[in-house]
């Protein structure tokens, strides 16, 4: 099913459906409740409001679907990704036995880089912070 026969679809699902806001049945408890729900039923009756309604109802609907698309996507590529790091790294590890340890070694020198850097600015926050509340 495409993309155009979903949302013709949708929309005539939509179109089959009742207004958005629910209309109050219950008797209203004074004559200022009374007018305001007539009014509200009113409104929810004009064409305007049905199909701005409608209209949001399938827009909603596309957005929902939209990002069940996008987290299906995500969790593919997260999933293919991780199969090339593996079958990258087999290859690595054929192609050069001692590859796997220079690349772990590599990894670790970066990490502790990393970890400095963020120590350093941190201490960087902490003095500039200092000079502020001294000033």
């Known amino acids: 099913m495409n993309n155009r026969s979903l949302h013709s679809l949708l929309l005539a699902s939509l ?19 009374a007018q305001l729900s007539a009014a509200r039923r009113k409104a929810a009756a004009e064409p305007e409001v049905v199909a701005a309604s409608q209209q949001h109802r399938a827009d909603k609907a596309l957005a929902d679907k939209a990002r069940a698309d996008y987290q299906s996507a995500r969790k593919k590529a997260e999933a293919s990704e991780a199969d090339y790091r593996k079958k990258f790294d087999e290859a690595l590890a054929k192609a050069d036995p001692e590859a796997p340890a220079l690349v772990k070694k590599e ?14 600015k941190k201490a960087s926050e902490k003095d500039g912070e200092e000079d502020d509340a001294g000033r």
């Open 107 to 120: 990894k670790d020198a970066f990490r502790e880089r990393m970890a400095k850097a963020r120590a350093s």
């Open 15 to 33: 179109l089959a459906a009742a207004p958005v806001f629910a209309v109050e049945d219950k008797p209203a408890d004074s004559p200022e409740k």
